[in-house]
């Protein structure tokens, strides 16, 4: 029976569970995002050494001299073109086992020194197969100082670059540290991002078995893991962990084509006031950039049209649901509650950022290609903006959800508590009842009269009597808080619910009762003594508690008069 009046400190206890359940995710993906980077950072002190400066280049037919690679613009390129690049290695380097990292997108590649082949990458998959973007990572044969490097590009795809990253040359043992400290901002950013959707969508799908109000967090965890794939893959941090370029550069498209489609989900679950036709604005949109990822996933594995092919069209879905969310999202900032004031701004945060990246890689790849400025994407920052955003919404909410239930909960004390004893009132026992009738358990009711009370209160006036009441009450919830609920029904009249499987403690309870009424009796000077009645559905199931509460009351009265019989003797 005590599970019956509990059910709003559990709601509680639930919220304040979900509350620190989410702050225990934020610190430790936190925690652990810092962790990871300050492992992965480089403690050395070796130089790089950056080829920026002096590269004769040829392009099909064109030829370019003294050409600096961070100002040049590659001129349109098809697949099928070839792209020669030829300088000297530094007369000095740090170590004598170097190594040359170079950054290319989509293109096959050939390394030559005094015109022997060192490394060779993507030839075998130009015709037939689909060519990654990503660092290379060459070995630099013994004594090559001074000597010529020619490096050989072949697009795989139509525009597959339009400028060329200057290479650089480190001592071999520091390739990795190198890379790690120059990307220690993205590799933050990446893994956060990532961790964070991973550890989300698990607890909250798990959630899901318990609580069907984790869905949006489910949602959130699923786009955090697509963009932090996204991230990790587009900013080369994968290659970290796996050497497949083909794979990185595929899973990279992938994330990015499938991102849109739980953003938009989370926009229709979160807008759940809205007219249907803005739900259906985003479904179809939905619905559309699932039509779309699923064709162009199977163009780009048949070899038909490679992903890169297709990013155009992404663009266009991805500027057409920015639009559509910002025209099913509008609404009146007054009328939003606090918690969605902070998602909206998260929304609204993370499409800016989205169309302004989209931007940015245009300008970046046909207009200034050589402005490094443009060449790093700020998507991943806006998505760790719109998670931390995200993180803010779903406590605001968790602790609208606490301020309500705390309101709830100090109604139900008012609406359920006799004020004079802290005991539950009759509007208590009656919903109780009808529990009781729910639930299909066999109970005891006892019902019970404070004898003396009217007397008390006509010679020594109500303060007196509500003296007697309050001790009394005391007595009760001494014996019968641990096995039952404790209820004054009103004036003189109290009644106690058991759950059956307290049967065998209902005597000794009673006789504690009694004892205690003696020496309470003793000490203030009051007579306090009850009668009692007991009767349980047990006796006849046909019975619903109202009669079992009408024949407990009806024995209560017979140990009454049998009470007043002998005080009279």
């Given at each position: 029976?005590?599970?019956?009046?509990?059910?709003?400190?559990?709601?509680k206890?639930?919220?304040?569970?979900?509350?620190?359940?989410?702050?225990l995710?934020?610190?430790?993906?936190?925690?652990?995002?810092?962790?990871?980077?300050?492992?992965?950072?480089?403690?050395s002190?070796?130089?790089?050494?950056?080829?920026?400066?002096g590269?004769d280049?040829?392009?099909?037919?064109?030829?370019?001299?003294?050409?600096n690679?961070?100002?040049?613009?590659?001129?349109?390129?098809?697949?099928?073109?070839t792209?020669?690049?030829?300088?000297?290695?530094?007369?000095?380097?740090?170590?004598?086992?170097?190594?040359?990292?170079?950054?290319?997108?989509?293109?096959?590649?050939?390394?030559?020194?005094?015109?022997?082949?060192?490394?060779?990458y993507?030839?075998?998959?130009?015709e037939?197969?689909?060519?990654?973007s990503?660092?290379?990572?060459?070995?630099?044969?013994?004594?090559?100082?001074?000597?010529?490097?020619?490096?050989?590009?072949?697009?795989?795809?139509?525009?597959?670059?339009?400028?060329i990253?200057?290479?650089?040359?480190?001592?071999?043992?520091?390739?990795?540290?190198?890379?790690?400290?120059?990307?220690?901002?993205?590799?933050?950013?990446?893994?956060?991002?990532?961790?964070?959707?991973?550890?989300?969508?698990?607890?909250?799908?798990?959630?899901?078995f318990?609580?069907?109000n984790?869905?949006?967090?489910?949602?959130?965890?699923?786009?955090?893991?697509?963009?932090?794939?996204?991230?990790?893959c587009?900013?080369k941090?994968?290659?970290?962990?796996?050497?497949?370029?083909?794979?990185?550069?595929?899973?990279?498209?992938?994330?990015?084509?499938?991102?849109?489609?739980?953003?938009?989900?989370?926009?229709?679950?979160?807008?759940r006031?809205?007219?249907?036709w803005?739900k259906?604005?985003?479904?179809a949109c939905?619905?559309?950039?699932?039509?779309?990822?699923?064709?162009?996933?199977?163009?780009?594995f048949?070899?038909?049209?490679?992903?890169?092919?297709?990013?155009?069209?992404?663009?266009?879905?991805?500027?057409?649901?920015?639009?559509?969310?910002?025209?099913?999202?509008?609404?009146k900032f007054?009328?939003?509650?606090?918690?969605?004031?902070?998602?909206?701004?998260?929304?609204?945060t993370?499409?800016?950022?989205?169309?302004?990246?989209?931007?940015?890689?245009?300008?970046?790849?046909?207009?200034?290609?050589?402005?490094?400025?443009?060449?790093?994407?700020?998507?991943?920052?806006?998505m760790?903006?719109f998670?931390?955003?995200?993180?803010?919404?779903?406590?605001?909410?968790?602790?609208?959800?606490?301020?309500?239930?705390?309101?709830?909960?100090?109604l139900?004390?008012?609406?359920?508590?006799?004020?004079?004893?802290?005991?539950?009132?009759?509007?208590?026992?009656?919903?109780?009842?009808?529990?009781?009738?729910?639930?299909e358990?066999?109970?005891?009711?006892?019902?019970?009269?404070?004898?003396?009370?009217?007397?008390?209160n006509?010679?020594?006036?109500?303060?007196?009597?509500?003296?007697?009441?309050?001790?009394?009450?005391?007595?009760?919830?001494?014996?019968?808080?641990?096995?039952?609920t404790?209820?004054?029904?009103?004036?003189?009249?109290?009644?106690?619910?058991?759950?059956?499987?307290?049967?065998?403690?209902?005597?000794?309870?009673?006789?504690?009762?009694?004892?205690?009424?003696?020496?309470?009796?003793?000490?203030?000077?009051?007579?306090?003594?009850?009668?009692?009645?007991?009767?349980?559905?047990?006796?006849?199931?046909?019975?619903?508690?109202?009669?079992?509460y009408?024949?407990?009351?009806?024995?209560?009265?017979?140990?009454?008069?049998?009470?007043?019989?002998?005080?009279?003797?």
């Amino acid at each position: 029976m005590n599970s019956v009046f509990t059910k709003f400190k559990g709601s509680k206890v639930a919220t304040i569970s979900k509350v620190v359940v989410a702050i225990l995710i934020f610190v430790t993906v936190i925690l652990g995002g810092v962790g990871f980077i300050m492992s992965v950072r480089s403690e050395s002190t070796a130089s790089v050494q950056k080829l920026d400066e002096g590269w004769d280049i040829v392009i099909n037919d064109s030829i370019y001299e003294d050409v600096n690679l961070s100002t040049f613009r590659v001129p349109d390129m098809k697949k099928g073109d070839t792209l020669i690049l030829k300088n000297s290695l530094p007369d000095q380097m740090d170590s004598n086992i170097s190594c040359m990292m170079f950054l290319i997108y989509l293109s096959a590649l050939d390394i030559k020194v005094d015109g022997s082949l060192i490394y060779s990458y993507g030839e075998d998959k130009l015709e037939s197969g689909f060519v990654g973007s990503g660092y290379h990572f060459i070995q630099l044969p013994y004594g090559c100082e001074g000597k010529e490097v020619t490096i050989i590009v072949k697009p795989a795809e139509n525009n597959a670059f339009t400028n060329i990253p200057a290479p650089t040359v480190v001592p071999t043992q520091y390739a990795p540290q190198s890379f790690t400290d120059r990307n220690v901002g993205n590799i933050f950013i990446c893994v956060f991002l990532f961790m964070l959707g991973v550890v989300v969508t698990l607890i909250s799908t798990l959630a899901l078995f318990y609580n069907n109000n984790s869905n949006n967090l489910t949602i959130i965890g699923v786009l955090s893991i697509l963009i932090g794939g996204w991230s990790l893959c587009n900013t080369k941090v994968l290659q970290m962990f796996s050497i497949d370029l083909e794979f990185n550069t595929s899973l990279e498209y992938i994330c990015l084509f499938v991102a849109p489609i739980p953003l938009l989900a989370l926009l229709v679950m979160v807008r759940r006031d809205q007219v249907s036709w803005k739900k259906k604005l985003l479904v179809a949109c939905m619905f559309l950039i699932l039509v779309f990822d699923v064709v162009s996933t199977i163009l780009h594995f048949t070899n038909i049209a490679h992903y890169p092919s297709t990013l155009a069209t992404f663009h266009f879905l991805a500027f057409a649901s920015i639009a559509v969310a910002a025209i099913a999202g509008w609404k009146k900032f007054s009328e939003m509650e606090r918690a969605e004031k902070v998602l909206n701004i998260g929304i609204l945060t993370l499409c800016a950022f989205a169309g302004i990246d989209i931007v940015r890689f245009n300008l970046s790849k046909y207009i200034w290609p050589e402005n490094e400025s443009f060449a790093n994407s700020i998507l991943p920052f806006g998505m760790f903006v719109f998670i931390i955003i995200l993180i803010a919404s779903y406590l605001a909410s968790l602790l609208d959800m606490i301020k309500e239930s705390a309101e709830t909960e100090a109604l139900a004390v008012m609406a359920y508590t006799d004020p004079l004893t802290g005991l539950y009132n009759r509007a208590k026992a009656e919903e109780t009842f009808t529990q009781l009738v729910k639930d299909e358990k066999d109970y005891f009711l006892i019902n019970m009269d404070l004898n003396g009370l009217k007397r008390m209160n006509d010679r020594f006036g109500h303060e007196k009597g509500d003296l007697l009441i309050t001790s009394f009450a005391g007595i009760l919830k001494e014996c019968f808080s641990e096995i039952g609920t404790v209820v004054r029904m009103g004036g003189d009249e109290f009644l106690v619910v058991i759950d059956s499987e307290h049967e065998e403690d209902i005597k000794p309870a009673l006789t504690k009762m009694i004892k205690l009424e003696a020496a309470k009796t003793k000490e203030t000077g009051m007579r306090i003594e009850t009668s009692f009645g007991i009767s349980s559905n047990i006796e006849d199931r046909s019975r619903n508690p109202e009669q079992v509460y009408s024949i407990a009351d009806s024995r209560m009265y017979a140990m009454k008069q049998k009470s007043k019989t002998k005080r009279q003797d």
